[in-house]
């Protein structure tokens, strides 16, 4: 099962996390929307969170896919030679 | 109610898109029927964890610990703390070992392994029944509360459809996504998206605890908000009159630490696949332990937004009367009398029929505990962040089910297909099967989803399926495993008499302020008890110890297996596993110590 599940994962989170902020700025100041959640834009915040925590996820999948291919190659080569 | 727009569905449409595709990215991996029933077992230890704590983290967990934070208090926590992690630890230091040691493919093969054909049989049928259930459950949950929360409502008005078709569309919904990535990428589409589920239910709880704790005045004005002995996991558990529970220490202690928690963490196939999916033997038994971790934190996660619900004032209809320009103004604000009747934002059930709340015997009304959690997604999630939460619940629903279906699929085709149906196939014909097992399997549980509608707490529904069949499965493994003398004749009557006593039990006891049926005392009510949660740690109580001393009695009068046969299946018999050569504290037994230390810290905190 070589497929880094990091990377759908920060993929997911980043693609959400930027739904939202986008959405949050889009509705920035709109006092009855935000009524609910005590006047805070959770949109904006946690939207950025998320953000921030996809694209670490992504990152350190991308670094983990590469090394595991790195050491298939390697094999592969040590079988040929 | 949900008021959902674009960025809703777009949110819950990308996580849809992903859960398939993680199967569709995974069905050219699917070789042979170990890469599809087992995940090939080549899985990292972490991923396995966090699977091993998302297969059980389905509608019992989310909605069910959020109904009982809300009814009996941080109590439930207990069903982390001396249950579930110390359970945990067990199977991972003590049981692991053999059940990935002994290269059994599912649970009831182990017993056929360890005991006999007829054990495997037994428990192999039984199981199989179980998972349909639970599954069927989960989807009946799901397509229940996307009703209450009128989610489709919008969608089908704009379509023109009948509102009826909605508990119908929901479950055919969920089926088919489950479905689809299930029979492509099989147990590892299953883990992967168990995973991902992980990571999103706390994205979709976490603001959720933040905002309630923010708006009752932090920790301590939810304190002041609940009754005293809410927030308390073990002051006045020593009398079942002074804990909301109505649970007294040895029920509580013996019920749930040890018999109900660990007949689910150290038996349940649906758990333990993740472990026995890992790489090797010091992966396997890691994933129980790191499983453990999360799991110490998630009360703070789903048992706190139900004592933010009770703790939250109630909506009344409220008149504000105000002069403006000259002119008095009326601004009637009406609050339906369910809610009205309800505690903090837990509503009160409606009597279908006259439309008046339900009261119990005593003319308190009835509380919906089950909706606890949704209100409160609904009460601080403005649109957007709202589209996360539901897309999270849904998420859980999805996954509970999804651990089930996989479960199901090893057990019917090994246990069941492959050694009593057609015993000669070649590996690509017990794949197929396989991957056609699901289609049975959900069918049956979508079957079941429509017939499973009389508790008021989903969990309660679950706890009694596995008291009956669980709690004395728990005593034939510790037997099998620790126990060189026991037979399969042993574990087979064992397991039948516990079953029985269960049943016996739960038929002649009825909690106070039910009737008899399904709540008990269907034979003859010999006793009371103060809360169904009581009688349902008793039965299992019953059902362990009596499972626990046929065992031993029957294994005496049988003929012990020899020894030579039972090397790697029992305990005495079977060399120490491997990480003995580690450096201290790279082995599993120094994480374990690590949580057993936590779990302490924690309790003491909580006391």
């Given amino acids: 099962m070589d497929l880094d599940l990091r990377i759908p994962i920060g993929l997911m989170f980043a693609l959400v996390g930027a739904i939202l902020t986008a959405f949050g700025l889009k509705s920035d100041g709109n006092v009855a929307l935000y009524a609910k959640s005590l006047g805070i834009n959770v949109n904006l915040w946690w939207g950025l969170v998320m953000a921030v925590f996809g694209l670490t996820m992504f990152w350190f999948g991308q670094a983990g896919q590469m090394r595991v291919e790195k050491e298939r190659d390697g094999k592969k080569k040590k079988a040929a030679s | 109610?949900?008021?959902?727009?674009?960025?809703?569905?777009?949110?819950?449409?990308?996580?849809?898109?992903?859960?398939?595709?993680?199967?569709?990215?995974?069905?050219?991996?699917?070789?042979?029927?170990?890469?599809?029933?087992?995940?090939?077992?080549?899985?990292?230890?972490?991923?396995?964890?966090?699977?091993?704590?998302?297969?059980?983290?389905?509608?019992?967990?989310?909605?069910?610990?959020?109904?009982?934070?809300?009814?009996?208090?941080?109590?439930?926590?207990?069903?982390?703390?001396?249950?579930?992690?110390?359970?945990?630890?067990?199977?991972?230091?003590?049981?692991?070992?053999?059940?990935?040691?002994?290269?059994?493919?599912?649970?009831?093969?182990?017993?056929?392994?360890?005991?006999?054909?007829?054990?495997?049989?037994?428990?192999?049928?039984?199981?199989?029944?179980?998972?349909?259930?639970?599954?069927?459950?989960?989807?009946?949950?799901?397509?229940?509360?996307?009703?209450?929360?009128?989610?489709?409502?919008?969608?089908?008005?704009?379509?023109?459809?009948?509102?009826?078709?909605?508990?119908?569309?929901?479950?055919?919904?969920?089926?088919?996504?489950?479905?689809?990535?299930?029979?492509?990428?099989?147990?590892?589409?299953?883990?992967?998206?168990?995973?991902?589920?992980f990571f999103l239910i706390i994205a979709g709880f976490l603001p959720l605890v933040l905002l309630g704790l923010r708006n009752v005045g932090g920790w301590s004005g939810l304190k002041a908000a609940v009754p005293a002995a809410y927030m308390h996991e073990w002051k006045g558990v020593a009398h079942a009159s002074t804990n909301p529970m109505g649970v007294e220490i040895i029920g509580l202690g013996m019920g749930l630490g040890f018999v109900l928690a660990y007949g689910y963490w150290c038996t349940d196939f649906l758990v333990i696949q993740t472990a026995m999916a890992s790489k090797n033997m010091e992966s396997a038994r890691r994933v129980p332990l790191i499983a453990a971790i999360p799991k110490m934190l998630f009360p703070f996660l789903v048992v706190v937004p139900g004592i933010l619900a009770i703790g939250l004032p109630t909506p009344h209809s409220t008149t504000v009367t105000r002069v403006e320009n000259g002119a008095i103004i009326h601004e009637i604000n009406v609050v339906p009398p369910q809610v009205e009747q309800g505690r903090g934002l837990v509503p009160a059930k409606l009597n279908p029929v006259t439309g008046k709340p339900m009261l119990t015997a005593s003319g308190e009304p009835l509380l919906d505990y089950d909706m606890a959690t949704p209100n409160m997604l609904l009460h601080f999630f403005p649109t957007g962040i709202l589209g996360l939460g539901l897309t999270a619940l849904v998420a859980s629903f999805m996954s509970g089910m999804a651990g089930n279906v996989t479960a199901f699929n090893a057990v019917f085709t090994y246990d069941l297909y492959q050694s009593y149906i057609y015993k000669k196939g070649s590996d690509r014909h017990y794949m197929t099967v396989g991957r056609f097992a699901t289609v049975g399997g959900i069918l049956l549980s979508i079957g079941t989803a429509y017939a499973a509608i009389n508790f008021n707490n989903i969990m309660d529904t679950l706890q009694l399926v596995f008291s009956f069949v669980n709690a004395p499965l728990f005593a034939t493994f510790l037997l099998g495993m620790f126990w060189k003398r026991a037979t399969g004749h042993g574990a087979f009557s064992g397991l039948i008499a516990g079953t029985a006593a269960a049943m016996l039990h739960h038929g002649l006891t009825l909690p106070i302020e039910a009737r008899s049926g399904i709540h008990g005392g269907w034979i003859a009510v010999l006793h009371h008890y103060p809360s169904d949660m009581a009688q349902n740690f008793w039965t299992a109580i019953f059902a362990f110890w009596v499972n626990f001393i046929v065992t031993v009695g029957v294994s005496y009068c049988t003929k012990p297996r020899p020894d030579a046969e039972l090397v790697g299946l029992v305990h005495s018999l079977t060399p120490k596993p491997e990480s003995a050569k580690l450096v201290w504290w790279k082995r599993p037994e120094a994480l374990a110590a690590a949580i057993l230390l936590a779990v302490i810290a924690l309790n003491i905190f909580f006391y």
């Fill in chain 2, 1 to 197: 109610m949900a008021k959902l727009t674009a960025v809703d569905w777009l949110i819950m449409l990308l996580y849809f898109g992903f859960v398939v595709g993680i199967g569709f990215a995974l069905k050219p991996k699917m070789k042979t029927s170990k890469d599809f029933l087992q995940a090939g077992r080549a899985l990292p230890a972490w991923i396995c964890g966090l699977a091993f704590l998302s297969a059980n983290l389905g509608a019992q967990e989310v909605i069910g610990m959020g109904a009982s934070g809300a009814k009996y208090g941080l109590e439930t926590a207990q069903f982390y703390g001396i249950g579930a992690i110390t359970a945990m630890i067990f199977v991972g230091i003590f049981m692991m070992p053999f059940y990935y040691g002994s290269k059994a493919r599912s649970v009831p093969e182990f017993l056929r392994l360890r005991f006999d054909e007829k054990t495997r049989a037994l428990n192999a049928c039984t199981f199989a029944v179980m998972t349909v259930f639970s599954s069927g459950i989960s989807m009946y949950a799901m397509a229940r509360l996307m009703q209450t929360l009128h989610v489709f409502d919008g969608l089908f008005r704009a379509q023109g459809w009948a509102p009826e078709g909605i508990f119908t569309f929901s479950i055919v919904l969920s089926a088919a996504i489950v479905l689809a990535y299930i029979f492509m990428g099989g147990l590892a589409s299953a883990i992967y998206n168990e995973v991902l589920q």
